[in-house]
């Protein structure tokens, strides 16, 4: 009764960059945050699929499982932040006297 070998990771994919158009500083903000939402959302679509796979007995993808648990963490609490940091410009802005 051996203990098997711990296969390597894979290579990781890196996260594509977003093009943010310079078209206006308005526009192109809310576009890239809104293609950090839909990455966002990908990858959480991609956690359902690791979840079932796991709760079906597939535990060979059980590393890159807990690789893309991680990027989506870590991408949460981007998005968590940019909202915290948006918010926070919005009240300072409304403090300004007229």
Do not use: C, W
Not at 25 to 47: H, V
Not at 73 to 98: C, D, H, K, W
């Amino acid at each position: 009764m051996g203990i098997d070998p711990v296969s390597g990771f894979g290579p990781i994919k890196p996260i594509s960059p977003i093009d943010v158009s310079k078209t206006g500083e308005t526009q192109g903000a809310t576009d890239a945050f809104s293609k950090l939402l839909d990455q966002l959302s990908a990858k959480e679509s991609e956690q359902d699929l690791y979840r079932n796979a796991i709760a079906q007995g597939n535990m060979d993808i059980l590393p890159e499982a807990l690789v893309s648990a991680t990027e989506f963490q870590v991408g949460l609490l981007l998005v968590t932040q940019i909202r915290n940091q948006l918010v926070s410009a919005f009240q300072e802005f409304m403090r300004l006297p007229l």
